[in-house]
């Protein structure tokens, strides 16, 4: 077998795959912030999701001999996977020969971080269905933070999820800030960093914690209109679903060199609106 033959194999399409998904399925923020209980088999954009969600039951006070049965009626919704992205790129055959097989690693990387990138855009964009009630600040009159007022002010994101009954035994809320936001945050003496959280379990790359909110830091929540939306919730609250359909390696007929190209498809729900919370914050 020639080096380059040798070189070559590092790139077969199911090798690319496998340590792809292995690799999307970790540290990624808003993954650690969403539930995917409804993640089933997904061929093609536009499949979707059945989602069943249990109706409430009623306790009464009983009065006499007969009981009353109320009829439940479940809720349905549907999950649409219907964010496809791509990515396609050369690997020039020199390249390939004067490399070692971390070059795979390395696209694989870059790779991970585009698709991450996107995705958490699109699952910070879900602030639009967070409820009135549960909006700290307002389009008009955003937030202003400071060092010295923060904490009160997660304080009232961490009391509307309280207040709306998302929050119980077992579940622990979380609040996504950017780096503009952590700058205050840190600041703050109410904040209690990941080296001092004792005997407790923090999310993944979380930076501590703040009115009992896991805090987690995203470069994707970007300025929208001069204002960040600032997001907080429970798993319970979006439900997401996803897929790498497909990677393929090609030759180019242009040039010596081959192509290499993945698709990633996914969609997300909020099935539960009144685990999400947001503050409205003036940039």
Same mark, same amino acid.
């Given at each position: 077998?020639?080096?380059?033959?040798?070189?070559?194999?590092?790139? $077969?399409?199911?090798?690319?795959?496998?340590?792809?998904?292995?690799?999307?399925?970790?540290?990624?923020?808003?993954?650690?912030?969403? %539930?995917?209980?409804?993640?089933?088999?997904?061929?093609?954009?536009? @499949?979707?999701?059945?989602?069943?969600?249990?109706?409430?039951?009623?306790?009464?006070?009983?009065?006499?001999?007969?009981i009353?049965?109320?009829?439940?009626?479940?809720? /349905?919704?549907?999950?649409? $996977?219907?964010?496809?992205?791509?990515f396609?790129?050369?690997?020039?055959?020199?390249?390939?020969?004067?490399?070692?097989?971390?070059i795979?690693?390395? =696209?694989?990387g870059?790779?991970?971080?585009? $698709?991450e990138?996107?995705?958490d855009?699109?699952?910070?964009?879900? =602030?639009?269905?967070?409820?009135?009630?549960?909006?700290?600040?307002?389009?008009?009159?955003?937030?202003?933070?400071?060092?010295?007022? $923060?904490?009160?002010?997660?304080?009232?994101?961490?009391?509307?999820?309280?207040?709306?009954?998302?929050? =119980?035994?077992?579940?622990?809320?979380?609040?996504?800030?950017?780096? %503009?936001?952590?700058?205050?945050?840190?600041? /703050?003496?109410?904040?209690?960093s990941?080296? %001092?959280v004792?005997?407790?379990?923090?999310?993944?790359?979380?930076?501590?914690?703040?009115?009992?909110?896991?805090?987690?830091? /995203?470069?994707?929540?970007?300025?929208?209109?001069?204002?960040?939306?600032?997001?907080?919730?429970?798993?319970?609250?979006?439900?997401?679903? /996803?897929?790498?359909?497909?990677?393929?390696?090609?030759? @180019?007929? @242009?040039?010596?060199?081959?192509?290499?190209?993945?698709?990633?498809?996914?969609?997300?729900?909020?099935?539960?609106?009144?685990?999400?919370?947001?503050?409205?914050?003036?940039?």
């Amino acid at each position: 077998m020639s080096e380059l033959q040798s070189s070559y194999s590092a790139f $077969i399409p199911q090798i690319w795959s496998q340590k792809l998904s292995q690799m999307l399925d970790k540290n990624c923020v808003m993954l650690q912030c969403v %539930n995917r209980n409804w993640e089933g088999e997904i061929k093609n954009q536009g @499949d979707t999701v059945k989602i069943i969600t249990p109706a409430d039951v009623t306790v009464s006070t009983l009065t006499s001999e007969n009981i009353e049965y109320s009829a439940l009626t479940p809720t /349905s919704q549907d999950l649409v $996977i219907d964010q496809k992205k791509f990515f396609a790129f050369k690997i020039d055959d020199v390249a390939q020969v004067q490399s070692n097989s971390d070059i795979m690693e390395a =696209h694989l990387g870059n790779a991970k971080k585009a $698709i991450e990138e996107v995705q958490d855009a699109y699952l910070l964009s879900l =602030h639009t269905d967070v409820t009135e009630e549960n909006t700290v600040g307002t389009e008009e009159a955003p937030i202003t933070l400071d060092k010295t007022t $923060i904490y009160e002010q997660f304080v009232k994101l961490s009391l509307a999820l309280k207040n709306s009954d998302a929050v =119980h035994s077992g579940v622990k809320p979380w609040v996504v800030i950017n780096p %503009n936001v952590e700058a205050y945050l840190l600041q /703050s003496p109410e904040f209690i960093s990941a080296y %001092n959280v004792a005997d407790e379990t923090l999310r993944e790359g979380s930076i501590g914690r703040i009115a009992g909110m896991d805090v987690l830091v /995203s470069t994707n929540l970007t300025e929208v209109d001069g204002k960040y939306y600032v997001l907080a919730g429970t798993n319970d609250a979006i439900t997401f679903a /996803s897929q790498l359909a497909k990677i393929e390696s090609l030759r @180019d007929k @242009d040039s010596f060199s081959d192509l290499v190209r993945g698709l990633y498809l996914y969609g997300a729900k909020t099935v539960q609106p009144k685990a999400l919370a947001k503050m409205i914050v003036a940039v």
